[in-house]
């Protein structure tokens, strides 16, 4: 690892000490607006079954994201965003 590299890694580290610490506030925070999974679904004209079927998910998931108790992650999360943006392509090739 050259210097500088190393150096710039020992400062993050640094910093990232004093936030935890309180000593210092994080330069920026980056936050994702949650998807609203239950109009995901409705876009799509599935029940929860059949919606649920599509991501190879339990019902019982998808009622958890749906009422916000639980809120999907990694692929799931992926997959329910292409759901959204194009939901009428997404469910023709789940179906395939």
Known sequence: MDK???AD???S???AAAIRKGET???RVSTLDPLDVKQVREQ???SQAEFAAALQV????LQNWEQRRRVPTGPAAA?????ANAPEIA???LHR
């Open 9 to 11: 890694l020992k400062a």
């Open 13 to 15: 580290l640094k910093e």
């Open 91 to 93: 469910i023709r090739a």
């Open 4 to 6: 500088q590299l190393f």
């Open 58 to 61: 339990s019902v019982r998931t």
């Open 44 to 46: 799509t004209k599935l």
């Open 25 to 27: 506030r994080p330069s």
């Open 79 to 83: 997959l329910l965003k292409v759901v």
